[in-house]
């Protein structure tokens, strides 16, 4: 994940670095597929979502034993995601639940739901962040995300949620046939008053791995940096605001730590390590604490081998992709 506008800001006005902490210290970010239920089909979908109820989730009370098992370790913040989190049985009751537990509690969705009755629920728990994907202008999105009308309802929700005084941002997958409305993206965040624009690669999983023909090419990946360079040094320089991030692709920071000829500049270089995070994904499985986890200390459970978890051993921040469901009764949690 690279934050870019964070970026910008460090090369206009460079802070100290903060100490490095102890590897014992550091606590991931963790981002929680709750369910694999969604209202919508998209193209891109690396957990293959579907508006059917799907074996091998947790149980109410086994995703409460989860959150206390997070609150107990100290994830510093949360993110609930799916599938469509607001689809599963028991939302509510979850997030009400992570509320204390965590310092950050986000909310990943398609935005579609969000109105109403639901958007007060909503604003009701305290989210920080609500992320709600929108993958072009009108028609482009709703054929991306395979239902009619999805980008009227997912505009209905960020602007449901700016009336309630909650942070919004957009979340975009770049593919080849919807780059070219990334500046019109960008426009409707101004518009709408939206605080935080996140560019996502198109994840190699799932329907994003049968459809990965659509990917975007070099050529329209560098230009949707380009565009994003540019709009967030007008954020940086306090021109027109907007929180720019990117993820799943690390060669983003390379691109923002070129100096002249092509050569990298060492003060770039420290600066990005400062704005991004590396690393791998940590499987998720019901009974095994991500504590055991999390520092690589604790031998993995028979039938549980997997690079990701037996690599672990650095001391800062990963970032990652679990896959949906790595083993009967588990729902997925990415760490970051």
């Not at 709009?231 to 907007?242: E, I, K, S």
């Not at 420290?270 to 991004?276: D, F, K, L, Q």
């Not at 459970?301 to 978890?309: D, E, Q």
Request: aromatic share 8%; hydrophobic share 35%.
């Amino acid at each position: 994940m690279f934050r870019l506008t964070d970026y910008m800001q460090q090369l206009i006005t460079p802070t100290p670095p903060p100490r490095p902490r102890a590897a014992a210290t550091v606590r991931p970010v963790v981002i929680w597929n709750l369910t694999r239920r969604c209202n919508l089909r998209c193209r891109h979908c690396y957990t293959v979502s579907a508006d059917v109820d799907l074996p091998g989730e947790l149980s109410h009370d086994q995703a409460l034993a989860t959150l206390d098992d997070l609150g107990d370790f100290g994830v510093p913040a949360l993110i609930l995601s799916g599938g469509e989190p607001l689809d599963r049985f028991d939302f509510f009751d979850l997030a009400r639940a992570a509320r204390p537990k965590v310092r950050m509690l986000a909310l990943s969705t398609n935005g579609t739901k969000i109105h109403g009755q639901t958007a007060d629920r909503v604003a009701e728990i305290g989210f920080d962040y609500v992320g709600i994907s929108i993958d072009g202008i009108g028609a482009t999105n709703d054929w991306f995300r395979g239902v009619d009308g999805a980008f009227n309802d997912a505009v209905r929700g960020v602007r449901e949620c700016r009336a309630r005084g909650i942070k919004v941002g957009l979340r975009f997958t770049l593919t080849r046939d919807n780059a070219g409305q990334l500046p019109d993206l960008l426009r409707l965040c101004d518009d709408e008053g939206v605080d935080k624009f996140y560019l996502s690669h198109l994840v190699y999983a799932g329907r994003g791995d049968k459809n990965r023909g659509e990917d975007a090419v070099h050529d329209h990946t560098r230009a949707a940096l380009d565009t994003l360079i540019a709009r967030g040094w007008q954020a940086a320089t306090g021109q027109a605001p907007l929180d720019i991030v990117t993820g799943n692709n690390d060669a983003d920071a390379s691109t923002c730590c070129v100096g002249p000829n092509g050569t990298s500049t060492r003060p770039a270089w420290r600066i990005c390590a400062r704005t991004c995070k590396h690393g791998a994904a940590i499987p998720p499985a019901w009974g095994w604490p991500i504590s055991t986890r999390w520092g690589g200390s604790t031998p993995i459970p028979t039938g549980r081998t997997t690079p990701s978890a037996t690599s672990r051993r650095r001391g800062f921040p990963i970032c990652g992709r679990a896959t949906t469901r790595c083993w009967p009764s588990c729902a997925a949690v990415r760490a970051r």
